[in-house]
């Protein structure tokens, strides 16, 4: 995947940037990810919710690049200088 969202299709920036926002809200341990799922599972199907965690597994691995960015900043272009 990318470093950065631009270039990639809506729907999977949609889930990048609420796989980051749950990051943001500190689900980043087992515990807190089960929590996650069973809150979700109220509203969603398990293979969207899936989806979503492992898109979270994704962006907890790039993090560095986008953790201390406030949100809605935008991200440099491939190949840019930050």
């Not at 341990?29 to 969603?44: A, C, G, I, N, P």
């Not at 994704?58 to 960015?69: A, E, F």
Request: aromatic share 8%; proline share 5%.
């Amino acid at each position: 995947m990318n470093d950065t969202l631009a270039g990639i299709p809506v729907p999977l920036q949609l889930r990048a940037c609420e796989a980051r926002y749950w990051l943001r809200k500190g689900y980043t341990t087992q515990e807190k990810v089960d929590e996650l799922r069973e809150f979700l599972h109220k509203k969603r199907g398990t293979n969207a919710i899936e989806l979503l965690i492992e898109e979270m597994r994704n962006q907890w691995r790039i993090r560095s690049l986008w953790i201390n960015k406030p949100i809605g900043e935008a991200e440099p272009a491939q190949g840019q200088n930050k």
